[in-house]
């Protein structure tokens, strides 16, 4: 499902990652009372009364300094603007309103977005500082110190209220999100494109045009889809313009918001290091994923082909090894409905649930076939497993002791339940706890 985007964006050393870092409840960006810091958009997953949202942190917005990483800040805080749906325009209430704020506000009424002016270091003996910022027209001023930790509750409940309905409330929630990846001119547009059955996305052949990630809905077989195109993710040694390398960042987002990604593998490359960086993105955001491999009609075959390239993907993509695979042309149209059929099975898939009885009959069973490891004497005992969530699915383990559960007794655990039940195209996640430990 798609977050809304919260955008902290202002003049360099305002505070805007230590009030980033504050919301998230972790320390992400880096914070140093150094001008220009924080140079790349950092995008992390909030929540506050129910209601989640993306909040990205950007570098300060420096209109006088035309120097390489000044203008390159800047250009990432234009596009997080641009992306955003609420803008948090932070100023500094010890120095108070500064030539360069103004500067920044001529911007922000040019996005015709909605912003929230906070106030940041502000404490009791310097409430009044806020009045002076009213001038910047964005209507009341919202004090906090984030090094306090004063004001950001208020500061939150404007945010949540300003942002509208939640993302559980949003028309997009019936769709699945699915996301499309890969290197760049792997096919993505082209996909999106022969999916829709209109040109909604640019195509050529010249690598990484496609530089937004474009949200299109689509209806198929009575279910509902969002497709996201996304920018190609290209190595970091060849994202040399700042835009291409803010695509990246748009890309990983796109991922971690959706529900399914389709890795679009180019068959005349082969699986490249590429690949596998992009699908490892997949697999640590915990997402269903599905394997296309596009332009199968430019391979010379024989009777073995497909199964060779399919034990290459295997082999290249281990970790990957319960993502289907699907070999297409986008050009000739083989099989891109299908592409959809099984993105459905996977979505499905991503969120079953099985109930708890026939879990530990399961996990007795393999026990059985298989004891559990010992060391030095002491066996691994295993009182109870329980499912405790879904996207992806995550199941609890009761055990006696955490350090004799080996990864492959794991890995063996995690066969068998998904020889059973499937899983096909979703990653599951162990955790493991020892008995009497906190469940929390």
Known sequence: MSLPIVAVVGRPNVGKSSFFNRVIGGKISIVEDVPGVTRDRIYAEAEW???????????????????????????????AMDM?????????????????????????RQTRKPVVLIVNKVDGRSADAVYEFYELGFGDPVPVSSANMTGLGDALDIIVAGLGAS??????????????IGKPNAGKSSFVNAIVGEDRVIVSDVAGTTRDSVDTPFEYDGEKYVLVDTAGIRRRSKVTEAVERYSVIRAIGAIERSDVSVLMIDATDGV????????????????????????????????????????????????????????????????????????????????????????????????????PPSDKGKRLKIYYVTQVGVKPPVFAFKINQRSLMHFSYARYLENKIRKIYGFEGTPVSFVFREKGENEA
């Open 272 to 371: 490249t290091e590429q690949d596998k960086k992009i699908a490892g993105i997949v697999r640590e955001a915990g997402k269903g994923i599905v394997i296309a491999v596009n332009k199968w009609d430019l391979i010379e075959k024989d009777g073995k082909t497909m199964d060779k390239f399919r034990e290459e993907v295997r082999t290249e993509l281990s970790f990957l090894s319960y993502a289907p695979d699907i070999f297409i042309s986008v050009k000739e149209g083989q099989r891109l409905r299908k592409v959809l059929s099984v993105v459905h099975t996977v979505y499905q898939n991503c969120q079953l649930r099985i109930p708890t009885a026939p879990l530990n009959s399961l996990i007795q069973d393999a026990m059985a076939m298989k004891p």
């Open 84 to 108: 955003a749906d609420l803008i948090l325009f932070m100023v500094d209430g010890k120095e108070g309103m500064t030539a360069a704020d103004a500067e920044v506000a001529v911007i922000l």
């Open 167 to 180: 993302d559980e409330e949003r028309e997009d929630d019936a769709a699945i999100r699915l996301a499309i």
């Open 49 to 79: 009364t129910g209601k989640k949202f993306a909040l990205v942190d950007t570098g300060g917005i420096d209109e006088k300094n035309d120097d390489y990483i000044a203008a390159r800040m800047r250009e990432q805080a234009l596009i």
